[in-house]
């Protein structure tokens, strides 16, 4: 798929790894729609991305909104006309352990909202996003690529319940996407990172950070600039659907 002059879309683009990812592909030409629940931030992304000469555009959405999405992704086509490629890479994280156990006794139990919050986001975020983009490209013959963003903790990670479940939803998705829309000129695809050098892995304790690196053989996180070119390899390789690309430093569990 040829770049200059595309449209792409990317959800959770104001910051961090969706933005990342927004300056690697427009910095090759493509058209950058940003989608993001902070609209202030996102529309000073998409000003930030337009100084690279390209049409970039700042949609607030929050991703489980199913009518605001639908309406995000009508506004795309309104002023783009057609769209060629989305990045599903809003999401969040709400750790814990499945229960807590204190003297043999439990204490505490990881609650239904935060399970279910996150597979919001995660999962129903991405089908919502996902079958939309896909709607949008069918009837504009608009071929394309979409990308969604599992992770390495998507084989199961302790502590992770609702994380681990969602993300390995994500990646099913994708091999399914890839089976039915082919025969549309759509292809579609998944990221599976380990840890990435972004704010909210800022924030972690430097104990379980290091705990982490440990066990990653490049002994090192990944960077943003390397999903982002991790994506712009996607799009440009015709014959990458339906499959998984790991970027996880060689952890693979």
């Known amino acids: 798929m040829e770049l200059k002059n595309s ?3 990317i959800t959770g683009g104001a910051q961090g790894l969706g933005f990342a990812m927004a300056e690697s592909l427009a910095a090759s030409g493509a ?25 970039a555009q700042g949609f607030a ?4 909104d199913e009518s605001a999405v639908e309406a995000a992704f009508d506004a795309i086509i309104s002023h783009y006309g057609k769209l060629n490629g989305l990045i599903n890479c809003a999401g969040i ?24 919050s996150v597979l919001d986001v995660n999962v129903t975020g991405t089908f919502l996003c996902g079958r939309e983009a896909a709607a949008r490209m069918v009837d504009t013959g608009s071929k394309g690529v979409i990308i969604n963003i599992s992770s390495v903790s998507r084989a199961g990670n302790m502590g992770q319940t609702n994380y681990s479940a ?7 998705m994708t091999v399914s996407w890839g089976r039915e829309l082919a025969r549309f000129g759509i292809r579609a695809a998944c990221i599976a990172p380990g840890l990435v050098d972004t704010a909210m892995v800022a924030q972690m304790r430097p104990e379980m950070l290091e705990k982490f690196l440990s066990t990653v053989p490049l002994r090192r996180l990944a960077q943003p600039e390397e999903l982002g070119h991790a994506a712009k390899y996607i799009f440009e390789n015709d014959y990458f659907t ?12």
């Open 93 to 116: 994280m709400r750790d814990g352990m499945l229960l807590k156990v204190k003297e043999g006794k439990v204490v505490d139990k990881m609650s239904k909202q935060q399970f279910q």
């Open 7 to 9: 449209v792409i879309a």
């Open 61 to 64: 959405l929050n991703v489980t």
């Open 31 to 55: 058209n950058i729609a940003l989608l993001d629940m902070q609209e202030d931030a996102v529309k000073a992304a998409a000003a930030t991305l337009s100084e690279k000469g390209v049409d």
């Open 166 to 172: 969602s993300k390995s939803a994500v990646a099913t």
């Open 242 to 253: 339906g499959r998984t690309l790991e970027l996880d430093g060689g952890v693979r569990v």
